[in-house]
T-cell receptor, first 115, second 112 residues
Framework: EAEVAQSPRYKITEKSQAVAFWCDPI?????LYWYRQILGQGPELLVQ????????DSQLPKDRFSAERLKGVDSTLKIQPAELGDSAMYLC?????????????FGPGTRLTVT | SQQGEEDPQALSIQEGENATMNCSYK?????LQWYRQNSGRGLVHLIL?????REKHSGRLRVTLDTSKKSSSLLITASRAADTASYFC????????????FGTGTRLQVTL
């Protein structure tokens, strides 16, 4: 069964350092999402891509966060510089897109700890 | 920001019992979905109900939607220890139906 791949699974970094997360969606899925999940809360959408274009990044802290999906396939989320409050689980999800299905498939996530 | 609010926040039942979780939301929606998350892992899609539907079934799951009250419920019948997880409702925006806003979740514990 096809899965969404994410790496790394765990990342510990010091504040003010740069950190990057990678996501490979299910083949053929046009829509890709990055979420942040703080412990004990539901996921919060950071950015949504349709192919290589950003559909929504209204909740992305653009002063320190950036996301790209250059060829419309895999994607990278970067934080620079990291702050203590960025400690969370970062989840990537994908869906078919184009109104064909709204069901999202999630990867295992990257747990980030900023010290 | 969280659109949905789940109730209860935590639920503990014995195996074989039914579990009911409720979700309330604030704005008009295109669809509402339920997801399960095992501890420290990614989310798994359970079921989707569209705004023009009132009830949907999938295996041991039953979802209802009342758009007039802006609420939904998830019923898991004959629960099993493997159902122990956090359950989240997520609402699809009327403008961009694929954009989901998640609730705060219900932590379900099923004991033997």
């Amino acid at each position: 069964e096809a899965e969404v791949a994410q790496s790394p699974r765990y990342k510990i970094t010091e504040k003010s350092q740069a950190v990057a997360f990678w996501c490979d969606p299910i083949s053929g899925h046009a829509t890709l999402y990055w979420y942040r999940q703080i412990l004990g809360q539901g996921p919060e959408l950071l950015v949504q891509f349709q192919d290589e274009s950003v559909v929504d990044d209204s909740q992305l802290p653009k002063d320190r966060f950036s996301a790209e999906r250059l060829k419309g396939v895999d994607s990278t989320l970067k934080i620079q510089p990291a702050e203590l409050g960025d400690s969370a689980m970062y989840l990537c999800a994908s869906s078919l897109g184009g109104g064909r299905s709204y069901e999202q498939y999630f990867g295992p996530g990257t747990r980030l700890t900023v010290t | 920001s969280q659109q949905g609010e789940e109730d209860p926040q935590a639920l503990s039942i014995q195996e074989g019992e039914n579990a009911t979780m409720n979700c309330s939301y604030k704005t008009s929606i295109n669809n509402l979905q339920w997801y399960r998350q095992n501890s420290g892992r990614g989310l798994v899609h359970l079921i989707l109900i569209r705004s023009n539907e009132r009830e949907k079934h999938s295996g041991r799951l039953r979802v209802t939607l009342d758009t007039s009250k802006k609420s939904s419920s998830l019923l898991i019948t004959a629960s099993r220890a493997a159902d122990t997880a956090s359950y989240f409702c997520a609402t699809g925006d009327t403008g961009t139906a694929s954009k989901l806003t998640f609730g705060t979740g219900t932590r379900l514990q099923v004991t033997l």
